[in-house]
């Protein structure tokens, strides 16, 4: 009994370990977009992270959960055997963390789902040998892990001509604006219902079939479109406020001309040394009035974009919660697949091939995430949203909606992705559309580099981890 | 604290450092000028040391130069081709140049001033400027042009200032020409010293406006026009 126990609470305090580990580096990525853009202040995208991550986490985090504990390595292999399947479960929890703790202590751009599958492969290739994994399993999560940031590329591309085209180069971008943001509201919760509600948690009846999943969807997509219709007429995009700018600069550079013309006349009664002096000054009048002059012929279209990407700070908060939940559901499942699957063994005394990831467990992911990000992840979200601010809203809306996309429908079907490498390749695909000034090609390099590295990284860990393991139990 | 992989994905937006660069020859180019004027005026006192003025002001405008060339890694993946970005600041420089070799020509002998030339040579400065004023209109719409994903309204606006440098180039090249005809009218009165001089100062001066047309035609090549 006491040596069961022991097994549980290792098995709990590692599986939060990886959720914390998940929340403190991984978040950021997610909301720190917003912070930069300032979309969102700091404190507000870490609480709407927070929420969102959960719930991603309680409501779609099961599918890949069950990828992850029985994909891999088939379970049935253990039957004989239930304690190596825990002690390697552990291992593979450990290692993942580990592994992650010491990439982000480096600043190498490491995956957690790559280093959780390396790790789950490791131990079952030490256990029972190459045929142990599931090597069908694992190609398709590794196909995932390439399509997934070419899709998501894909989808930032497209949403960004379509934004460019029906918004931007419209005669009234503002204007094109305010009626393109319901129909994007409409999108981005319809598809988040739908995720939700389609085959969902069984528990809490939220496993409808897929009209009715739809029906629901699209309810909850009118309803945000016509809160959103109602919250942009409420919102007045400030043409007074720029009127009035553009009135005192122009107060400013009339009272500048006749300070220059007073100075002419001081210079014409002027001996020369005063002569020089006032030229001094009368040059640097000129010089304050050239900028005057500049600012208030500062075109009106450019206050045009600045209103235009006000409106899009609000779609962009919405993706911002899109990739959080997003998330929430995808990586949850790296913590919480070997937890389970490790908990679940350890009571029944067996290796179970059939059953569910228990509701306490997706919670207890959540709460790990969240307070990873509590602790840690919001110093890295402060220096992602520094360091992020040539992502205006509209970029960074396309970005995010690509992303989200992606990952949900990887989630949905029960594939294991990279959030991060997600939200890269989304990144790129605005950049290729022109929508963003200069990106590093060098980071690509090394996210591909540390992609080939952490798989074996991971695996290498998890067998010492094994090893060690088993040796004390 | 390392940097997050997202942090590290978004590099220096290379229009601002454009534009300084622009600002920089600005400088080089208006103080020429100023001399060049001054001298029409009749005033020509102390030219070799304005002319090193000048000179200064485009090496300053160079280092900026030099800076952009050396922060533009092959890893960069920028909104404009890299080709088209070092051929703008390529052709930027070209008229920072133009600018120093005005000073430069003015330093080795000022141009002699003759009664009724004094007024068009200045109307074709002006024009000259003209263009190059116009040609940084454009340059000060690369932000808002990035904004807008070089298309639509904002993109029209730029191709309309981009037209209005052109015709000022051309207007310029007729000035030119009946300035050279007004010139040689006055065959009897210059030197061949003097003659080559002015030959050449008209040329520097047109190399303003022409470079200022080739480096607005670069920038309408960046736009998405329908």
């Known amino acids: ?473 | 604290m390392p940097v997050n992989a997202m942090a590290r994905l978004f590099g220096r937006s290379p229009f601002v450092p454009l534009q300084l660069h622009l600002d920089k020859i600005s400088d080089c180019v208006e103080a020429s000028v100023a001399l060049l004027e001054r001298i029409c005026a009749g005033d020509t006192s102390n030219i070799g040391e304005e002319a090193r003025a000048v000179s200064k002001l485009e090496h300053k405008a160079d280092l900026v130069k030099n800076d952009i060339r050396n922060s533009l890694p092959r890893g960069l993946f920028m909104a404009i081709d890299r080709g088209q970005l070092l051929e703008i600041l390529s052709l930027q420089d070209s008229i920072a140049d133009q600018g120093e070799d005005i000073a430069v020509l003015m330093s080795i002998r000022p141009v002699k001033i003759l009664a009724d030339l004094s007024e068009p040579l200045k109307e074709y400065i002006e024009g000259n400027l003209h263009a190059f004023h116009k040609v940084k209109e454009v340059m000060r719409e690369l932000d808002t042009l990035i904004e807008s994903g070089f298309g639509g309204k904002e993109a029209n606006k730029v191709d309309a200032i981009i037209e209005e440098v052109a015709i000022a180039e051309h207007e310029c090249d007729i000035m030119q020409r009946k300035l050279m005809k007004s010139v040689l009218d006055h065959e009897e009165e210059l030197s061949v010293g003097d003659f080559f001089i002015w030959q050449q100062l008209l040329r520097e001066i047109a190399g303003l406006s022409n470079y200022s047309e080739k480096l607005a035609n670069r920038v309408r090549m960046l736009l998405t026009l329908k």
């Open chain 1, 1 to 473: 009994m006491e040596y069961t126990t022991v097994l549980i609470v290792l098995a709990l305090v590692f599986g939060f370990y990886m959720a914390w580990n998940i929340g403190a580096n991984d978040v950021a990525n997610a909301m720190g977009t917003s912070v930069g853009s300032g979309a969102l202040t700091f404190k507000r995208a870490v609480i709407l992270a927070a929420i969102l991550e959960f719930a991603g986490a309680f409501f779609v985090g099961s599918s890949v959960s069950d990828t992850v504990r029985k994909g891999i390595v088939d379970p049935i292999i253990f039957a004989g055997d239930p304690q190596a399947f825990v002690l390697g479960m552990l291992s593979a929890l450990l290692a993942a963390g580990v592994w992650l703790q010491i990439a982000s202590y480096f600043g190498w751009p490491v995956s957690t789902t790559h280093s959780i599958v390396g790790a789950i492969v490791g131990f079952g290739v030490v256990y029972g040998g190459i045929s142990a994994v599931e090597w069908g399993g694992v190609g398709k999560i590794a196909a995932s892990w390439i399509i997934s940031p070419l899709m998501s590329g894909t989808i930032s591309f497209i949403i960004f001509q379509i934004v460019m085209n029906r918004v931007f180069y419209r005669a009234d971008p503002v204007a094109a604006a305010r009626k393109f943001t319901p129909y994007m509201v409409f999108i981005v919760l319809g598809i988040m219902t739908l995720v939700m509600v389609f085959k969902g948690l069984k528990n809490l009846h939220l496993d409808l079939s897929f009209p009715s999943a739809l029906g629901v969807a699209s309810i909850v997509g009118l309803l945000g479109a016509g809160v959103s219709i109602l919250l942009l007429r409420r919102y007045k995009t400030d043409d007074s406020l720029e009127e009035q700018r553009q009135a005192r600069e122009l107060y400013t550079t009339r009272a500048m001309q006749r300070a220059l013309k007073h100075l002419a006349r001081a210079r014409q009664a002027a001996d020369s040394d005063e002569q020089s002096s006032i030229d001094a000054v009368m040059k640097e009048t000129r010089a304050l009035t050239d900028t005057s002059v500049k600012r208030a012929n500062l075109g009106s279209s450019n206050s045009e974009f600045r209103q235009v990407e006000r409106i899009f700070i609000f779609l962009q908060i919405l993706t911002a919660c899109f990739v959080a939940f997003a998330h929430g559901a995808n990586d949850v499942a790296n913590a919480i697949g070997p937890l389970s699957a490790a908990v679940q063994t350890i009571q029944d005394g067996v290796v179970a091939a059939k059953s569910v990831v228990p509701m306490w467990a997706l919670a207890l992911g959540g709460v790990g995430i969240v307070l990873g990000l509590a602790t840690y992840g919001w110093r890295v979200m402060e220096t992602v949203g520094k360091k992020i601010t040539e992502l205006t809203p509209s970029r960074g809306f396309c970005a995010e909606f690509g992303a989200a996309t992606t990952i949900v429908i990887a989630s949905k079907l029960a594939l294991p992705i990279s959030t991060t490498h997600t939200l890269v390749g989304a990144v790129l695909g605005v950049g290729l559309a022109r929508g963003i000034g200069a990106i590093n090609l060098t980071t690509v390099r090394d996210i591909a580099i540390s992609w080939v590295i952490t798989i074996p990284a991971g695996a290498i860990l998890a067998i010492i981890f094994y090893k060690t393991l088993d040796f004390f139990f």
